[in-house]
């Protein structure tokens, strides 16, 4: 999908809740309109409403049954905001970056994504593991993944 956006964009309106537990990889992100792109591998993991995402923050998210709200509470300040469309089995995400900036990213769910989860957090990081992939986010915004 390098370079083109995705094709049957979904229409805007009320998106959908994120998911309760969920292992995605990014495939590509569109900033401000432009092509879609992807330069290097982002996982988002979400169990309940905690979050990390490896590119350097980690939090929660709120549901206001249109939008989700990731609040960054550990790594990279801010706050995205962002509403989730299914598109088969893909997770597509318009949103709103701190500074304004737009953006549209497409996130395919990751296999291995079964058995043990949780989220833990402590002074100066954070850990979510779904199944056999765990992301660390320390206070620094610096993001690891690993797939165990």
Known sequence: MTGTEPAGRPAMG????PP????????????????????REVVWLQVGRYYADS???????????????FHH?????????GTLRWEGANL???GTNPDGSTF??????????????G??????HHVVRVGRHVVH????????????
């Open 55 to 69: 590119r350097g923050f980690a939090g929660t998210t709120s549901f206001d049954g249109s939008q989700v709200r």
């Open 20 to 39: 309760e537990r969920g292992a995605w990889l990014r495939r590509g992100i569109s900033r401000d309109g432009g092509p879609l792109v992807e330069d």
């Open 137 to 148: 986010v320390d206070s620094g915004a610096a993001g690891t993944y690993r797939r165990l």
């Open 119 to 124: 989220s833990w957090a402590g002074a100066d």
């Open 14 to 17: 009320p998106g959908v809740p």
């Open 73 to 81: 509470l550990t790594g990279e300040p801010g706050e995205d905001t």
């Open 92 to 94: 597509v995400e318009r």
């Open 104 to 117: 549209l990213e497409v996130w395919t769910p990751l296999a291995d994504a079964e058995g043990v989860t």
